[in-house]
């Protein structure tokens, strides 16, 4: 979308725009010569997270715009205050507020520690209710004020809560600031709207969840910044109290036209959490998929009996998954993930297996592991499973889709995840 200029010499205060989302809104609008006030933690570079405050600043400034960059933890009341006011003081006032600080663990409910509960909940909820009510008093006074939250629509499908209740909650309570307060402010003429993305985006929360693989099918935060200019150049006084999503914002402008977004062209698209009519039509898609393929098992067993002479009879697709996994162990893999992992499978081809990649060169078997205590658990149907380990679906999507459940240790399964997408891709 190209910029218009309507922004030019207004003030926007952006949590979390040292990367990511944050970032990509804030240099939209110094394009059109506003002024960017960054409220955000990272000060000092990030070992595995690029970008500090001063560095998005300065990509603010060389964009054209002007920028206060703050070190605040959106937690902290008094930081949040201080903040404002130092804006206030170097921009004469507050025009847009962007809500975009989050925090997220995929975890239920015995996985969440109370610590990572109160995170969540002081990040998405308490950081924007704070943020919102400092802010407020000036954009009462603010040129076409705008607060934007970045969180999803609210849907109350127990699909959306059962896997990770806490994370929902607490981004469904950024949602919930939507629903009050653009109803509070609307006769004052402040816009409180909500913006979610349709597909999943690249961002360092997402390559950290899902590894270089799923990023392929993720979209830029480009579309999310196209998609905050259209909302905040319109009428806050006709445009309040909406939950909107980026592709159908940029439709409605006229936008056709959106390969430009995808990280890689062409790739089919991950849908983003919380979306309903999307996960019904993934779902509908793996169905097809999976009926499509139901041939082609017989032709590949056909295929590995004239050049296999120990495979035994009762060979079903998931003990061949985990043949062909157990011929990729090493060291250097067990070094890499360090856990061992049970992995309970329902359906047509159930059963329960291990993958020791703590000791030695590593080991896969049916049933229990002997000695060490498991550190991850995963449950899914065969069919699931299959299409997981033979790269016909994602470990995230899978997840997303309730499609597989997973206890333990979180981040060791990415790690798993990410020497298994390894192996799909040289045997694919």
Request: glycine share 8%.
């Amino acid at each position: 979308m190209i910029n218009t200029g309507k922004l030019a010499g207004r003030t926007a205060f952006i949590t979390g725009a040292s990367r990511g989302i944050g970032k990509a809104i804030a240099l939209k609008i110094a394009r059109d010569g506003g002024n960017v006030v960054i409220a955000a933690k990272t000060v000092k570079p990030h070992p595995k997270l690029a970008g500090t405050i001063y560095t998005a600043a300065k990509e603010i400034e060389e964009a054209g715009g002007k920028c206060l960059p703050c070190e605040v933890n959106i937690r902290d009341e008094a930081a949040v205050e201080l903040a404002v006011h130092k804006a206030v003081q170097t921009f004469g006032g507050i025009d847009i507020v962007i809500n975009n600080a989050s925090a997220i663990s995929l975890t239920g409910t015995q996985e969440t520690p109370m610590k990572r509960f109160d995170l969540m909940f002081g990040v998405n909820v308490r950081g924007t209710y704070c943020t919102s009510q400092a802010c407020m008093p000036y954009l009462l006074n603010g040129k076409n004020p705008h607060v934007l939250n970045i969180s999803p629509p609210l849907s109350m499908r127990p699909h959306w809560f059962k896997n990770h209740v806490a994370y929902t909650m607490a981004k469904y309570g950024m949602s919930m600031c939507v629903l009050g307060m653009s109803e509070e402010y609307k006769a004052k003429g402040v816009a409180v709207n909500a913006l979610w993305p349709k597909t999943a985006i690249n961002t360092a929360a997402m390559e950290m969840l899902g590894g270089e693989q799923t990023l392929e099918q993720c979209r830029t935060v480009d579309i999310m910044a196209d998609a905050a200019y259209a909302i905040l150049t319109k009428n806050s006084r006709d445009n309040t109290g909406n939950f909107y999503i980026d592709e159908a914002v940029l439709r409605e402008c006229g936008v056709e036209n959106f390969d430009h977004y995808s990280v890689k062209p062409g790739a089919t698209l991950m849908p983003d959490f919380f979306l309903d009519d999307d996960a019904i039509a993934l779902a509908e898609m793996g169905r097809k998929r999976m009926k499509a393929q139901q041939e082609v098992p017989e032709e590949v067993a056909a295929e590995q009996h004239q050049t296999t002479t120990d495979t035994p009879s009762e060979s079903t697709p998931v003990s061949e998954v985990f043949d062909s996994m157990r011929s990729a162990l090493n060291e250097e893999m067990v070094s890499r993930v360090g856990g061992v992992f049970s992995f309970e499978v329902s359906g047509k081809h159930e059963g329960t297996w291990y993958v020791d990649l703590k000791n030695g060169a590593g080991a896969i078997g049916q049933g229990a592991p002997v000695g060490d205590e498991v550190d991850v658990v995963m449950k899914m149907s065969s069919d699931t499973f299959v299409q997981l380990f033979t790269g016909q679906t994602q470990t995230v999507k899978a997840y997303m889709m309730g499609k597989l459940k997973i206890k333990g240790n979180m981040g060791m399964a990415m790690k798993l995840d990410k020497q298994l997408s390894r192996i799909i891709k040289s045997k694919l």
